[in-house]
């Protein structure tokens, strides 16, 4: 990863851990990534059926998905066909408890192709099963729309 918005995220992450497979949402000290806070975004896991529910959106998230998604389920943002795709990078998180890293690319408001990172860290309170997940999309390199993305 060439983010240092991830990178930076991802030591934080692995510092929380410590001997656990991961830490629990209770352990984010939001003071402790202040310059992170508008990418990042704090995802609910939900089984039985599989589903993500938004529980904290930052605000240039929110801003480069052109709304805020805050409280919405994934499979209710109309997202259309990326949706089947994030459902299935939190379920790999989420069945394997280990972090998610990625390049993606996506065709901007200017109508180029541009590429962006992006991780999946997970979040569990009872120390095993993964219950919430930490997201950071890196678009810091892109000029802001000034509708939706999708």
């Not at 499979?75 to 379920?91: H, M």
Request: proline residues 5%; contains cysteine.
């Amino acid at each position: 990863m060439a983010s240092s918005a991830i990178l930076t995220l991802h030591a934080y992450w692995q510092g929380l851990r410590g001997g656990r497979p991961c830490p629990a949402k209770r352990d984010i000290d939001p003071a402790a990534m202040r310059a992170l806070l508008p990418y990042l975004v704090i995802a609910e896991i939900h089984r039985e059926p599989f589903r993500v529910r938004y529980r904290l959106v930052g605000t240039e998230a929110a801003r480069f998905a052109g709304e805020d998604y805050t409280g919405r389920w994934l499979d209710e943002t109309g997202w259309g066909e990326a949706i089947a795709e994030i459902v299935g990078n939190f379920r790999r998180v989420a069945e394997s408890g280990q972090p998610l890293f990625g390049i993606d690319r996506i065709l901007w408001v200017d109508e180029k192709w541009k590429h962006y990172e992006w991780a999946i860290l997970p979040l569990s309170d009872d120390g095993t099963t993964v219950t919430h997940c930490l997201v950071i999309e890196d678009f810091r390199h892109f000029e802001r729309p000034s509708g939706s993305i999708w």
